[in-house]
């Protein structure tokens, strides 16, 4: 009989099995779950697994649980019913990890999961006299600090299976998604910090960075569909940037995100992209790349004004040139930072060349917190120096900021070599 087996058979056979079929395998009986049950056969499982194509980011360990957790979770991934305890258990964690279940999970049920907290009212009873470049909320409203890891959680899930797929949202009814003029936002920058405690502050820096993840596929799936139907400011869409897919960004790369399974691993899981996308190298050794969003009204569709799009003048003028008769530089057609301070150990200042979009050009000065992934953006044009900040995150999709605080209008940048491999696009 099979449990007659030696053990070296045993575990070679469970080895090789796939990760629902070797947990299915153990419990054949008790011999076979005391030969089996060994963290070299879990190992195995899981190292061979295709569906962690860039492997299990964990540091070589004997340690049983470890390596058994990453096959448990994937044999749960391919049954395909989620709830939150499946996002406060395991889920994120292993798309983190960029796991083939990026792309099959229902996006339907995330939405409900996480559309109570982010459609409940953010603002303060107290700010709606105030001027809309001010606007406030009030971290003892709404949701406890839990409820919100769970909603940036879902919402990094949510967010990488909209990138998963390159069909235009609507495309087939011939009707434009209104998604981001739903997200809504605050600035941080209008609380004195003196006002806050630290429970308070930490809970409003964990709803900022849940509120971008949410962006992020919103804005990707109505930038699909704006590219697809040339839904741009000048109605071409030449020069502009491919957007990234969740195949194209390397989450596996600089994040850390907890064992599955792990306790209050969500909490973890909300800082785990921090210690390497807040180095000042992630931001300086790359070209980066992107789009903004421009709400026109509810009468027409948004338009999204992409960072290299031709520009009239910048062609014109030959601004793109060096020297240029205009300014003391050129202007590109992707964003470059340089480190220009320095504050301790934990924030310093970043400042980008001159950039141009389809309509304008753009200098940026970014102040980055690396405790909290919290950016200070001041927007500026070679013509006015006059600057307004506004607080943006850095996600494990690239920089999200609110450009003005009124519905769609927002800033997505990623790495330049995390669109996809299409090149540019060009004028038919």
């Known amino acids: 009989m099979l449990s007659h087996l030696p053990v070296e058979i045993l575990r070679s056979i469970s080895a090789y099995l796939p990760s629902r079929s070797a947990l299915a395998f153990i419990l054949v009986c008790r011999r076979i779950y005391r030969a089996c049950n060994d963290w070299t056969v879990w190992r195995h499982i899981a190292e061979r697994a295709s569906s962690y194509p860039y492997g299990v980011a964990i540091a070589y360990t004997s340690n049983l649980n470890t390596w058994k957790r990453y096959v448990v979770a994937d044999a749960q991934a391919s049954q395909g019913r989620w709830s939150s305890d499946n996002i406060e258990r395991w889920l994120p964690y292993i798309i983190a990890l960029n796991h083939?279940?990026?792309?099959?999970?229902?996006?339907?049920?995330?939405?409900?999961?996480?559309d109570p907290i982010f459609n409940a009212p953010l603002l303060s009873n107290t700010g709606h006299n105030r001027n809309p470049m001010q606007f406030i909320t009030n971290p003892e409203s709404s949701f406890n600090a839990h409820a919100w890891y769970l909603a940036q959680a879902t919402a990094f899930c949510l967010s990488a299976r909209l990138l998963s797929t390159e069909t235009p949202t609507g495309a087939g009814n011939g009707e434009p998604p209104r998604l981001l003029?739903?997200?809504q936002w605050f600035r941080l920058t209008a609380h004195n910090p003196l006002d806050l405690s630290?429970?308070?502050?930490?809970?409003?820096i964990t709803m900022l960075h849940a509120l971008a993840n949410r962006v992020v596929g919103f804005f990707c799936a109505e930038l699909r569909w704006a590219l697809a139907t040339n839904s741009t400011p000048m109605g071409t869409t030449t020069g502009f940037p491919h957007p990234p897919t969740a195949s194209t960004i390397p989450f596996a790369s600089f994040m850390k995100p907890p064992v599955p399974f792990t306790p209050r691993g969500l909490e973890a899981f909300s800082k785990c992209h921090l210690p390497s996308m807040t180095e000042p190298s992630f931001f300086v050794d790359d070209e980066w790349t992107g789009y903004i969003s421009l709400n026109l009204g509810p009468e027409t569709c948004m338009r999204f004004d992409g960072i290299g799009g031709d520009h009239v003048d910048v062609s014109n003028n030959h601004l793109d040139q060096f020297p240029n008769g205009h300014f003391p530089f050129r202007v590109e057609r992707v964003v470059r930072f340089r480190l220009v301070q320095?504050?301790?150990?934990?924030?310093?200042q970043l400042q980008s060349n001159c950039f141009h979009t389809q309509t304008a050009l753009h200098l940026l000065t970014v102040t980055v917190d690396r405790t909290t992934g919290r950016l200070a953006i001041a927007h500026q044009t070679p013509f006015r120096m006059d600057r307004v900040l506004m607080d943006a995150v850095i996600t494990p999709f690239g920089i999200v900021e609110r450009v003005i605080p009124l519905p769609g209008h927002w800033m997505w940048l990623w790495k330049r070599d995390w669109s996809n491999s299409k090149e540019p696009y060009t004028s038919e």
């Open 181 to 183: 003029e739903s997200v």
């Open 198 to 204: 630290v429970g308070d502050s930490a809970k409003l």
């Open 342 to 348: 320095t504050y301790g150990n934990d924030r310093y």
């Open 100 to 114: 083939i279940v990026t792309f099959s999970v229902d996006h339907v049920s995330l939405h409900r999961l996480c």
